[in-house]
Nanobody
Framework: QVQLVESGGGLVQAGGSLRLSCAASGRTFSTYAMGWFRQAPAKEREFVAA????????RYADSVKGRFTISRDNAKNTVYLQMNSLKPEDSAVYYCAADSNTYAGSWHISGYDYWGQGTQVTVSS
């Protein structure tokens, strides 16, 4: 079993940056692809980014491509989401998730086995 704890959320002005971290428990972190999702009020949870087990591949939602970067450090059992050029529409609760089923990380919520509790990101205009 994997426990995930996100941190790094907060309030930032439009155009600013934040880096989210997600720390995982256990010694099998490198066997999971990792993903970030977000959920704004009254909206469905949506895919943001995913990274493969060895960091070989990454994928992004079109809405964040070129602005967000996902990375991981398997020695630290941590996955990151660097968010630049933030927009008010990026405001949401951000969740990290672990996928044991695919190498590269699923696009879909149902592909993930474990979830963190989320961290709030608010971008003011």
């Amino acid at each position: 079993q994997v426990q995930l704890v996100e941190s790094g959320g907060g309030l930032v002005q439009a155009g600013g940056s934040l880096r989210l971290s997600c720390a995982a428990s256990g010694r099998t972190f490198s066997t999971y692809a990792m993903g970030w999702f977000r959920q704004a009020p009254a909206k469905e949870r949506e895919f943001v980014a995913a990274i493969s087990r060895s960091s070989y591949s990454t994928r992004y939602a079109d809405s964040v491509k070129g602005r967000f970067t996902i990375s991981r450090d398997n020695a630290k059992n941590t996955v990151y989401l660097q968010m630049n050029s933030l927009k008010p529409e990026d405001s949401a609760v951000y969740y990290c998730a672990a996928d044991s089923n695919t190498y590269a990380g699923s696009w879909h919520i149902s592909g993930y086995d474990y979830w963190g509790q989320g961290t709030q990101v608010t971008v003011s205009s």
